[in-house]
């Protein structure tokens, strides 16, 4: 079944794009959810009219997305946490505790944009993708130390 996306999907394509699905996953899913609309002739004839709009839009979000990008790359933020015997972590530096901690330095970025593939658990420097737009990401360091304990 072709549709056009009225906006972008991770797994699919960008807003205005005709793409190829499923008949189930377009009637259960993106229809209903209006993500996605059927490309008959009156909707084509509507996204040739709206065509320099989402051209403008997409292009505004590539923009934001690459000055992100610049602001955050190289970044390294150091997270201090408990350890225990043999520099062992209590616990583990999550994605929540990466964005909280991005957060303080003025970044926002959700934790669902932070790749991490498990859970951080020993001490030391790790490089972190993060991803900032769509098809883009860019990395961080995390150095992560022990928490001083207070005389």
């Not at 996204?47 to 051209?55: G, N, S, V």
């Not at 201090?80 to 990466?98: M, N, P, Q, W």
């Not at 498990?118 to 098809?135: N, W």
Request: charged share 30%; glycine share 6%; no cysteine.
């Amino acid at each position: 079944m072709e549709l056009i996306l009225k906006q972008t999907v991770e797994s699919l394509g960008e807003e205005g794009d005709i793409v190829k699905v499923k008949a189930g996953y377009a009637r259960n899913y993106l229809i209903p959810k209006k993500i996605a609309v059927i490309a008959d002739r009156s909707n084509l004839a509507i996204l040739q009219q709206e065509k320099a709009a989402i051209e403008a839009r997409r292009e505004k979000q590539r923009q934001e997305a690459e000055a992100l990008s610049k602001k955050i790359s190289g970044t390294a933020i150091t997270i201090k946490h408990r350890v225990g015997e043999e520099e062992k972590l209590f616990g583990s530096v999550t994605a929540a505790d990466i964005a909280a901690k991005l957060a303080e330095s003025g970044v926002a970025i959700d934790k669902k944009n932070i790749l991490l593939t498990e859970p951080i658990k020993s001490l030391g420097e790790f490089v972190v993708p993060v991803k900032v737009g769509y098809q883009m990401t860019s990395e961080i360091s995390v150095q992560v130390a022990p928490l001083e304990a207070e005389a």
